[in-house]
């Protein structure tokens, strides 16, 4: 490898490699946006779990929406056992979703506070398992959680730059709102990242909907321009990299 | 009163309210928390509180236990306040579960 190549994080997503030069840049931020329901969860679980199995890259999966027990269960019918590669200290889920029933109730919030909580946290899961790669999924959540917008914005700002100082490669999820432009809640989705891939489940006529992948931006990376087929499979998601979404 | 622990137990005789102040070594506005807290409890007298600063830096577990993301944030008996509390704020909150645990001894 010269100076000038750019080490790569395989995505353990079949065909996904092939459209943006081999991989994620390793130690970048990557935006993984869509609607309700085109994948994004699957997706970046299937980096953990494949980083894990496959590249022998620990991972930590920060769930801010979904009970871990219901990520299992639903990775489990791709054939993919988070369970046992907790148990073996592969990776590490963290649970921050809010059906958590000690967590408390929130009466009150003033613009002066920061997200070193949510930083500690994800630090020592890094350090814990040794992660290579994390996911937050999903940021859009905190919109919910707090009204401050201005502070969580630079707050993200501090967090994606801590995680990967660390060396990791970042996937954050982010759910587009229905009729929305931008490609989340906070608008300011695309800047945090250095790669933007946008999902879609799109209505193709009165009885289908297509699946597709569109790799928006990757910095430093010539990557496919173009929409490209995706299918949730028994095994997991898949690209078909020479196929062109006919929904597009 | 005033006491820093890390975890305290709660003791059964304890009848003392617990409030928690979860902070951080780089939250900016963790003291000015600090004090707005201390202030408050100091002003109901001794005997009343037990305060215990958990130290996110750290006991990154606890923040994690009880999903706390934002500092400082104090809690007390299931609620909690986000960012510099202000003192009326947490009057009222610390008044809110004094009613609270008072109509719990009234009915056991």
Redesign the interface.
């Given at each position: 490898m010269s100076d000038y190549d750019i080490d790569r994080v395989k995505t353990g997503i079949p065909g996904l490699d092939e459209l943006i030069e081999g991989g994620f840049p390793r130690g970048d931020t990557i935006l993984i946006a869509g609607k309700a329901g085109t994948g994004k969860s699957i997706l970046a679980t299937q980096f953990i779990y494949k980083g894990a199995i496959e590249y022998d890259e620990p991972g930590v999966f920060v769930t801010l929406e979904e009970p871990p027990h219901l990520i299992k269960r639903n990775m489990l019918r791709f054939g993919m056992d988070l369970e046992a590669l907790v148990k073996e200290g592969k990776i590490s889920i963290?649970?921050?979703s809010p059906s958590?029933e000690?967590?408390?109730?929130?009466?009150?919030?003033?613009?002066?506070?920061?997200?070193?909580?949510?930083?500690?946290?994800i630090?020592?899961h890094i350090k814990k398992v040794g992660a290579k790669r994390v996911v937050l999924d999903t940021l859009s959540i905190?919109a919910y959680?707090?009204r401050s917008r201005d502070i969580l914005r630079e707050e993200f700002f501090k967090l994606t730059a801590m995680i990967t100082r660390t060396g990791c490669t970042l996937l954050l999820t982010s759910e587009i709102p229905a009729n929305a432009q931008s490609l989340g809640v906070f608008d300011i989705e695309a800047f945090l990242a250095s790669g933007v891939i946008v999902l879609y489940n799109e209505k193709i006529s009165d009885t289908s909907r297509s699946r597709s992948i569109e790799v928006l931006k990757l910095r430093g990376s010539k990557h496919s321009s173009r929409i490209h087929s995706m299918r949730i499979t028994d095994e997991g998601i898949r690209v078909w990299p020479g196929e062109i979404s006919p929904g597009h | 009163m005033n006491n820093e622990q890390d975890v305290v137990p709660v003791e059964e005789e304890d009848d003392r309210i617990e409030v928690v102040l979860f902070k951080s070594d780089t939250c900016a506005f963790c003291p000015r928390a600090e004090e707005v807290v201390r202030e408050t409890i100091d002003d109901f007298g001794p005997g009343i509180f037990k305060l215990n600063i958990i130290n996110v830096s750290e006991n990154p577990e606890l923040a994690e236990k009880y999903g706390i993301f934002a500092l400082p944030t104090v809690m007390i008996s299931g609620v909690s306040i986000t960012g510099i509390p202000e003192p009326e704020m947490l009057m009222k909150m610390i008044l809110g579960v004094k009613v609270m645990s008072k109509k719990k001894s009234e009915s056991k």
């Open positions: 963290v649970d921050l958590k000690i967590t408390p109730v929130t009466i009150g919030e003033y613009p002066s506070f920061d997200l070193s909580g949510l930083q500690a946290i630090m020592n905190m959680k707090f | -």
